[in-house]
């Protein structure tokens, strides 16, 4: 007799397969917004306009929803590299991306979340 777990593996269609990515996927946009939501309050307590604090905050948005979850493997923001940026940088038409990104790796280094190596990698490129 085969075992339930064996049994199960073997009757899965191609859409089960492919569910994990998309709880993957779901987990990455999770912390995402979470991460976005803590830059947002970062920003209006340094006195931005809700106009700029919104705009900034769609710019790296974006970014993460439009660059870093398509790719294989799709990761988050705290997982971003200057490549990434650099790349999304020259082929976005937002004049103040530069400055969405500054400010966002500014908040990353500040608040800790993420490491230093990675921030002055992404703070050099972004000069």
């Not at 990455?28 to 306009?49: C, D, M, P, V, Y």
């Not at 790796?105 to 990675?118: A, H, W």
């Amino acid at each position: 007799m085969m075992p339930a777990a064996w049994s199960s593996c073997s009757s899965r269609d191609s859409s089960n397969r492919a569910r994990p990515d998309n709880e993957l996927r779901i987990q990455i946009e999770a912390r995402n917004e979470k991460l976005l939501q803590a830059f947002r309050k970062h920003l209006a307590q340094t006195g931005l306009s809700l106009k700029m604090v919104e705009q900034h905050a769609s710019t790296i948005q974006h970014f993460g929803s439009n660059m870093l979850l398509n790719q294989a493997p799709s990761h988050g923001l705290l997982d971003m590299t200057s490549d990434e940026v650099e790349a999304y940088l020259q082929t976005t038409g937002v004049k103040t991306a530069k400055t969405s990104f500054k400010r966002f790796v500014r908040f990353l280094m500040e608040t800790g979340r993420m490491e230093y190596g990675q921030t002055e990698e992404l703070w050099q490129m972004l000069k």
